[in-house]
């Protein structure tokens, strides 16, 4: 491992995300992942969020014909949070040297190669690294493959991936527009929630995707990504509905897809996160 303060902020990072999961020990599978320089400067923090729209006159992931964006206050629920983002590895997270984001991701891909670095690899068909505009404004983060990813090799296909593509429709963007990844790579077995030591191993690649694209908002998409991502023990419940700001980046952590198929009345929670990044996006950079 180099000696760099990038690097040894990203091995801290990494060790206080575990400590926050409740990992106590390593094992000798575990693996450091190593990167080179980063492909662009740092980046300035954003500023404050913008203002949620007024009205959007759009159904729910129904077809996007949005109306009336430049609303000037924000919702107040008086619903209570759960904590801050702690420390998260992705605030020391760099992508490999490239001439484009594009040639950054295919070099990540390369270092994964056929990865064997935890048991999730096991019992995978394929890995499923992540699909969508290396430019992308816009990430979203999902916990892990299922079955019809690890069929297919791509991210959000199955009934719950059709659904995300709804939503990413009725924000009047194409699934090509954006970008898609998950937490982990390889499909947990009988889609259990990604392990402690799993994610651990795992994330690094997510986080050097994020830096490599360099999104305006990460989209977390259900508990196990926005734990990740921000680095907490908070809850779904308690993170969402408002942005987190983490190592430049805008977070909008929300229920995942295949909770609003258990329990389609949350889609309307859904919608209300959306209308913020939605919002968030149309403000200038």
């Not at 959007?56 to 008086?78: D, K, S, W």
């Not at 009047?172 to 077995?189: H, L, Q, S």
Request: with cysteine; glycine share 10%; proline share 8%.
């Amino acid at each position: 491992m180099s000696g760099s303060a990038g690097n040894r902020q990203s091995v801290l990072a990494v060790l206080e995300w575990m400590r926050l999961a409740g990992v106590t020990h390593l094992t000798r599978r575990a693996a450091t992942i190593g990167t080179a320089g980063a492909t662009h400067p740092p980046r300035a923090p954003i500023p404050e969020a913008a203002a949620p729209p007024a009205e959007i006159q759009i159904g729910l992931f129904g077809g996007a014909n949005a109306t009336g964006i430049a609303g000037t206050t924000a919702p107040g629920r008086g619903r209570r949070r759960g904590p801050e983002a702690s420390v998260t590895p992705l605030a020391g997270a760099e992508a490999p040297a490239a001439d484009s984001a594009a040639e950054a991701l295919r070099l990540i891909r390369e270092d994964l190669g056929e990865c064997t670095r935890c048991r999730l690899s096991e019992k995978r068909s394929r890995i499923v690294f992540g699909v969508g505009d290396p430019d992308a404004r816009l990430i979203f983060v999902g916990e892990g493959p299922g079955v019809d990813e690890d069929r297919q090799g791509e991210p959000f296909v199955g009934r719950a991936g059709q659904l995300l593509t709804r939503i990413i429709e009725s924000m009047g963007f194409r699934r090509e527009d954006v970008y898609i990844a998950n937490v982990v790579k390889c499909r947990p077995p009988d889609n259990r929630t990604p392990q402690a030591d799993e994610i651990a191993t795992c994330s690094p690649f997510l986080f050097q995707q994020v830096a490599a694209i360099r999104p305006r908002v990460i989209v977390c998409l259900g508990t196990p990504a926005a734990q990740t991502v921000l680095g907490t023990r908070g809850t779904i419940t308690h993170l969402r509905g408002r942005f987190h700001d983490v190592a430049g980046y805008r977070v909008m952590p929300t229920f995942h897809p295949a909770y609003l198929l258990r329990n389609p009345a949350a889609k309307k929670d859904v919608w209300e996160d959306m209308k913020q990044v939605m919002a968030f996006l149309k403000s200038p950079d």
